[in-house]
């Protein structure tokens, strides 16, 4: 399930809730005593790890997961509204103020992996192999090479902000454009942007998925700028008492495994692209 269209500021939270409450209610439906919602970032949905993971957890647990797809501003703004049991998301400002707001009870680190900023392969602001993501950004602006912006308060969004802040840059301008459709997710994003043969900040794993469809390439690559560090926060209790809390800490214990969630993260997609996409961050992992 998918929002259809991006729109701005409050009146894109509305439309949020309308129309993810029927996408809630027909979940509702399938939904067990021990089932768990969850509101999940688009990335890992695309790349198909969301539903790898929830079809291995029920196989080892019998607990039955189910999602749905959203940007993370708008899947925060559902878990606000109890909506869902637990969020996967990816952006570390707007999640800390969902915990401190009392929404949520913790972050969880999970994994990461990274985004690229990829474009045309004549490359008019002559970006390609530069090893900053900031300096790269400032040279699309001095240019002012096209560039599409998602625009929706998504995690991929809030990281492209930050490294317009960084680079002390506010874009603006006719070679800034936002995508009307961004809350469609970063496939949707990427495959307008080839269409333009413009500039963007992708995630690897959606470059990867569509690169046999697109014919823009990767520019920028490898700045610690560009991790992206992605999170599950469950759902407090306290707050929306049909939380299903005890069944979210379940599917997050089992994710944050060494020996499950982990592992299987690790090794996803390796076969398809010859190496992990996906990249085991939990506490657990790291103090191995």
């Known amino acids: 399930m998918r929002i259809g269209r991006c729109l701005k500021g409050g009146i894109f939270f ?7 409450s029927i996408a809630f209610s027909a979940l509702a439906e399938e939904k067990t005593t021990k089932g768990v919602l969850m509101a999940s970032t688009i990335g890992p949905v695309d790349a198909g790890l969301v539903d790898f993971l929830e079809a291995k957890f029920e196989e080892e647990t019998g607990v039955r997961v189910r999602h749905v797809a959203a940007g993370t501003g708008a899947a925060l703004a559902i878990a606000r509204q109890g909506g869902v049991d637990l969020v996967m998301v990816h952006a570390k400002k707007l999640e800390e103020e969902f915990v401190a707001a009392g929404f949520g009870t913790k972050r969880y680190p999970i994994m990461y992996n990274d985004f690229v900023i990829v474009g045309p392969s004549n490359d008019p602001a002559g970006i390609k192999g530069i090893k900053k993501a900031r300096e790269a ?7 002012k090479a096209n560039f599409i912006s998602r625009g929706d308060k998504s995690g991929t ?3 492209e902000l930050d490294i317009w802040k960084i680079a002390e840059i506010t874009p603006e301008g006719e070679w800034y454009k936002v995508y009307e459709n961004g809350a469609q997710g970063n496939t949707a994003t990427l495959l307008y942007t080839d269409s333009v043969n413009s500039y963007t900040l992708i995630d690897r794993a959606t470059f990867l998925g569509c690169k046999d469809k697109i014919k823009i390439a990767i520019m920028v690559e490898g700045d610690e700028a560009l991790l992206n560090y992605i999170s599950v926060i469950p759902i407090n209790k306290e707050k929306f008492a049909k939380a299903n809390y005890e069944g979210a800490i379940c599917f997050i214990n089992w994710m944050s495994s060494p020996a499950t969630g982990q592992k299987l993260i690790k090794d996803f997609g390796v076969e398809k692209y010859g190496g992990s996409i ?11």
């Open 137 to 143: 950004f400032k040279k699309i602006a001095e240019s």
């Open 278 to 288: 996906f990249f085991p961050n939990s506490d657990e992992w790291n103090k191995k």
């Open 14 to 20: 509305v439309f949020v809730s309308l129309v993810l």
């Open 157 to 159: 969004h809030m990281a």
